[in-house]
């Protein structure tokens, strides 16, 4: 994929600044909203600032390194939390509804006999998991590249139903470890400064995940400018399906909102594969765990919400997704100096 610096719409970015700053406040005055608006406007070349076709599209998959105690919770609970998304009971389906975004679930690569049908479910499933990668690869090249691969066909397929913004979630037993692995793989960073607590771990599990962390990146030596290397060795399903996400949503001119840690270990082989694709990202918040910073710093992306989160599932994208509708409301909605026949400065 080649992304055009032509694919930022300077002209209309302009367009919405001006009318911005013939609105009835002091120029600037509603700071980061502003710059919001501009942005989406950057990104779509749109400058009505309507988004009403939202969608939270949450990657799921099962990861061989979980069973190293690298979490608190049984790998188990990965299905179980697809059927709960399903059924709309997950936290991100609630916080989606009252943004106005539908929930699309995607098995990446749950350990399980298979889901019933379901009109949110997509199954690209490329197997039951990935492998221990504490013993070797967690997947092979062919598969890395797959995945990525049905990752773009599910933006393809939502973008044939309509779809203005992607929000990106997952969800995963043990996916804040191979999330870790490919940041410290990625930004050459030491295990300790990337890797968090992930569900709750104390410090002795903790420091026994930094441990799994820098002995499988030394077992497996992944090539730091080969992103799909990365990803094969210490990756996981349903980050490479994100990678993809990230990368057909990009080309399309679809804002992509990320959510916290392991949505950024995504956007940063995203990022890796294709430098300009970080144009096209916004980061919804700054998650508890110790590498977002680290990866948002180096994405050049800066969080709009701070707020203790570390759960995941794209809950923090969609607490995000009112403020672009306030954005666009601003826009739609608010007089300007003219037309209030307000004196300005």
Known sequence: MTISAMDLDVKA???????LDRKTKPTGSLGR???????LAAITGRTDGAFPMKAVLIAVGDHGIARKGVSLY????????????LSGGAAINVLARQAGAR??????????????DHPSLLKLSLGRGTADFSQGPAMSRQDAELCVRRGREAVAALAGHGLDLLAIGEMGIGNTTPSAALCACLLELEPEVVTGRGTGLDAAAWQRKVDVVRAALELNAPDKDDAMDCLAKVGGFEIGLLAGAILEAAERRIPVVLDGFITGAAALLAWKLEPKSAAFMIASHQSQELGHR??????GLRPYLNLDLRLGEGSGAALFLPLVDAAGAILKEMATFESAGVTDK
């Open 103 to 116: 929930v699309v679930v995607a098995d990446a690569g749950v350990n399980t006999e298979g889901f019933p």
């Open 74 to 85: 049984p790998p188990e609970v990965t299905p179980q939390m697809v059927l709960n998304f």
């Open 294 to 299: 680290h990866l948002l710093e180096r994405l």
């Open 33 to 39: 909203l502003e710059e919001l608006a501009v942005r």
């Open 13 to 19: 970015a302009a367009m919405v600044q001006g009318l």
